[in-house]
């Protein structure tokens, strides 16, 4: 062989290294997708741009003493198209607020004190009403953002961690373009960089509080293009443009990917992209994520509204039965104006199989945003139990080296 093709075969297999690791269109999640024959994801493959469509799948293998690597695959990788994050951006948050109580280093004050915000968070201009409210911890405020995906639990989290937290570390952790800037009442931005103050609680009585912040950053989402729709709906008329939504928040699909990955198997990620927290703080986190509302206590809520399949998309759909008790989906959800994200860490205890996937597309036919007509049931949900589907299937098929050693959480 001549030298110059020698060279130039090395540069081509390298280049074909970098394009695999970076994960641009690979053909193995390309060829997972585009060979399955169901009606909804042939539906979705064909029209990808006008739904919108990304897919992230890491496999996970271990080596001899279980310690894991990770192997990422994407499907139309899209980091500059916008997408509306809903409840994704809970997400980080409730990591965030397990950093930063600990970080207080203030005696007495952890994720079990009682807290209440003293300020007018929800922007209603009168702040007589929060007298009435109940403080809570940062524990109860978590278990019901993950499990039942509550705003007003996003909204506290977000009052005790203030913009500038939130900000700093999305750079440390190299997330320059995610923005949480927006809570979930109307608020305007200026409204929304103002958090604090909270009270905290020791045997009924304050004894610690946190001070009124106002972030000076005027964040907004940083990319090209943030309106979506070609028409939308305000109180009752009409408008003839779509919604521009520079000033609500955003993480790119593979930001949250990555936070998904982060909670689970931090060993395997970079040291920088990983939460600042103890072994109890990733536990609970786990368990919060992959618990059902029937585990929820104190709270109790009946199957037949809140079934297990509540707050999880991928594999298994929209059934209302017990979802099978060797799997467990430790995840988080985003629906609102047509977009339906999940971002999942999928565990077979009986299989020893486990995978990430995550995966977002926007399911609104009028394209019309606000109007209320979605087609979350006919399109969204099918089309995200396939996708699980498929990948758990090849899972569960993948030779593997070592298979893992994978321990059920307590959910009690």
Known sequence: ?????????????????????????????KSLLESDTSAVVKKILANQDKYRLQVIYTQINRDSNNIPSLQSFYYRHRPDEYFYQASMVKLPCAAFALEK????????????????ARSNYKCYGNT???????????????????VLSDNNAYNLLYEFLGQAYIHDRFRQMGQDSARIIQKFVPCDPTSCRST?????????????STPKEISTQELSVPLANTTVGRQH?????????????KNSNFITLKGLHEFVMAINLPEAMA????????????????????????????????E????????????????????????????????????MTDCAYIVDYKNKTEFFLSAVLYVNEDDVINDGVYEYDELGHP??????????????KRPKAFLPQLKKLSYK
């Open 1 to 29: 062989m001549r030298k110059g093709n020698f060279k130039s075969m090395f540069l081509l297999i390298g280049l074909s290294i970098v394009w695999c690791a970076k994960g641009q269109e690979p053909t193995l999640l």
């Open 128 to 146: 007589k009403y929060l007298r009435y409210e109940q403080a809570e911890s940062l524990s109860q405020l978590i278990r019901r953002l993950f």
């Open 304 to 339: 037949d509204k809140y079934p297990d399949t509540h707050m999880k998309y991928l594999l298994v759909g929209k059934t209302k039965e017990r979802i099978d008790t060797n799997i467990r989906i430790f995840n988080k959800v985003g629906l609102f104006y047509g977009f």
């Open 101 to 116: 109580v600990r970080a207080l280093q203030i005696k007495g004050v952890d994720r079990f004190t009682l807290f209440k």
């Open 383 to 396: 089309f995200l139990e396939r996708l699980g589907r498929i990948i758990y299937e090849y899972e569960l």
């Open 233 to 245: 709906v305000e109180g009752r008329r009409l408008r003839g443009y779509g919604v521009d939504f």
């Open 196 to 208: 604090g103050p909270l009270t905290f609680y020791k045997n009924g009585k304050p004894f610690y």
């Open 271 to 302: 040291l920088e992209k990983r939460f600042k927290l103890k072994d109890s703080d990733y536990t609970f986190l786990r368990s919060s994520m992959g618990m059902y509302p029937r585990e929820l206590s104190p709270l109790k809520y009946k």
